[in-house]
């Protein structure tokens, strides 16, 4: 279990990289805590951390979750409402 753990530190730093460059550098802000979390409970053997990474990653995966149906409620983002002086603009 704790080298699947660490293939799984490895994998998210990739993720935290991909995120950074496409995302900008503050939005791998949370990711980079949660591998310190993960990392700290590895090294420490503590499974409450461990569940903590877990929470820290279901955050992440919600958040993720409302984006993309606000994108999908939108029709692909054609139908986003828009202000009152942007509208005027067009």
Not at 20 to 27: K, Q, T
Not at 38 to 66: A, K, Q
Request: charged share 10%; net charge negative.
């Amino acid at each position: 279990m704790n080298t699947g753990l660490w293939v799984i530190v490895a994998c998210h730093f990739v993720v935290v990289g991909i995120k950074a460059y496409l995302m900008g550098l503050f939005s791998a802000v949370s990711d980079l805590a949660a591998i310190v979390v993960l990392i700290v409970g590895l090294v420490r053997y503590d499974y409450c951390l461990v569940i903590t990474y877990l929470v820290v990653n279901l955050f992440e995966v919600f958040s993720l979750i409302v984006v993309l149906g606000y994108y999908l409620q939108t029709d692909m983002g054609k139908n986003v409402p828009k202000s009152p002086s942007s509208a005027e603009e067009e």
